[in-house]
RNA sequence: GGAGCCGUAGUGUAGUGGUUUAACAUGCCGGCCUGUCACGCCGGUGAUCGCGGGUUCGAAUCCCGUCGGCUCCGCCA
């Protein structure tokens, strides 16, 4: 067997493959089979040679003998990752040397035929140590990472997932629909990407942060059932479960209710699940917004442990403690978690609990150790009743410890909701498995501190529920929203809401947002214009199928489940994007850069 | 915009109270080996310690800056 040809290049014909490594059994004992795969290893004997041949199915084991005049002076050249095509008969290995480790651990293939169909040269990593191996050769070198079991595994759960969802949704009367990715830039919502227009000079399109106009308009448009495996875009930076470009499963549907779309939505997720053998009890667990901040500190709560937010600040009105009285007079609250038998916890680790927090905001930590008296740097400044009280509160026993942050509402809730993560992990108090979950009871509006404005809990277009209707004009802060989020783990998969269908609510929630008349209708005038030709009442929701897959596949970065992920800087280090480009190609963009 | 962690042969690590031939494992190259499967044994190759500057008689080690990767805050309707 030849490698080189006269022309210096690989011969270009090459057996083709008749089975696949991995399936490869005692069933073909006896059979001549072809196989197409590269070298995961080669153990050499001197004297015979064993080559591990690998493809997306697994490996098999190849025997080279030295009888063989042709293939065995080839084998002893074969390297690691080099591409082969073995031809060979298969047999049941020798008695005493069957591989139990390796799903084709019985068998081997006595090679006939060794055939080099190209080479490789040494890897930049050993891909069955790439878990250790730093991400960024990872990343430039993706297609030996990908090239691992892990790697493709991560990449066909992927795919069977999108597979599953594409039939449930299919059977379920939905229309696959795709819609653009150049299309305007809107107000609200996430810094777009743009892309600049040659045809028309100065103009821009925005790529889209999700399909959200389009699938309103489609459901205008009749379509009752509307989805898309939709990539969307958002320029922000960068996080273990935000990219700047990710897939959502978008889905509208119209003339339905609120719970119609969550019971889809709970249904479809549970479906995904089937994929990994789990299942999982519908209609989950709902739980409104106000508990999941009240308990959890923020609407995403992590369902796996409990370790909840106890307010306490009704202790505390009339204390002695200025640090406490004061936050509660500046309209602040107390609220704290325990943490049981936890009195090992040395001084250190309290300062480093305390740094933690402050480095969320807090202005502090309280930490109390309870024995059979509170100790705790502030003791000296509560008053027995207080101690008491707190105890009480808290149910607290002897080896306990009790935390408390002192501050405004949300830097209260967000420091401890952020804490709860940490010493739940510390502490080993993550149940296992998968906790599901549907948040409602949203609010309609929140307000920005920096632009003195209200801003959308979720987005411009979702319904306000028909109680909150009044409270538009009086307080719209405590209006409420027709929408509604899926967590998992303490992780956002989805959410949605029903649509606003009235143009004139519509105009009237963009006025509250202060967006002027004139900006609503140059940038969502056709939306508006749209909803004044029968518009169905509609709602609908989206997955973020890379988080979705990332929690099925056990991962924790959805870097694990995208083939081609950027860095957190936005590079992608195979290709070297983004990347200076000519001048020609700006000249005729008539663009200038500095 | 900010905080933290990390950066030493291809890869993973060791070495930092200032002076070492920069160590180990693995890979890679060569040799031996007919039942291995993380094959084994012998030999060899391979790093001016991310980059730049400073302190010093002397810097992988200390200081400053910078670049890159990761985690997080802000941001992400």
Redesign the pocket.
Known sequence: MKDEGQRGFIPMEWQKRTKYCGEVSVKDAGKEVVLNGWVN????????I?L?LRDRTGVV?V?I???NKDSFPLAQ?V??EYVLAVSGKVSK??K????E??AT?QV?V?TSALQLISKSK?????L???D??????R?QYRYLDLRRPAGYMALELRHKVVQRVRNFLNNQGFLEIETPDLTKS?P????DFLVPSRLQAGHFYALP??P??FKQILMVAGFEKYYQLARCF?D???????QPEHTQIDLEMSFVKKDDVINLSEQLLAETFLEIGQKIEVPLKRMCYGDAIKYYGNDKPDTRFDLLLSDVSDIFTKSEFKVFANVIKNGGVIKGLKIDKASSLTRKKFDEYTDYCR???AGGLVWMVIDNEIKSPVAKFLSAAEKKSLINSFEANPGDVIFLVADKTEVVN?VLG?FRLLLAEEFKLIKPGFHLLTVIDFPMF?Y?E?EKRL????????MPTEDSLDLLDKDPLLASANAYDFIINGVEVGGGSLRIFDPKLQEKIFGLLGIAKQEANDKFGFLLKALDYGAPPHGGV?FGLDRLVMLLAGR??I?DVIAF?????G?D?MTNAPDIVSDKQLKELRLKTE
């Open positions: 290893s080669r153990r050499d004997h001197g004297g015979l064993f591990d084991q025997v003998n030295p009888d050249r390297r690691s290995r020798p005493g040397t069957e591989n480790n390796i651990g081997e006595e040494a890897l930049p990593f050993e069955d140590e790439a250790k191996v730093d991400e960024r050769t990343l809107t609200e919502g996430a810094r942060q999700s959200q106009l958002r922000e930076d960068l996080r273990a479960d935000r480095g969320l905001g967000q952020s929140e920005d920096e801003k959308s809990h979720h987005h411009p277009f979702t989206a924790q970065s870097r992920p950027k860095t957190q800087a590079t280090l």
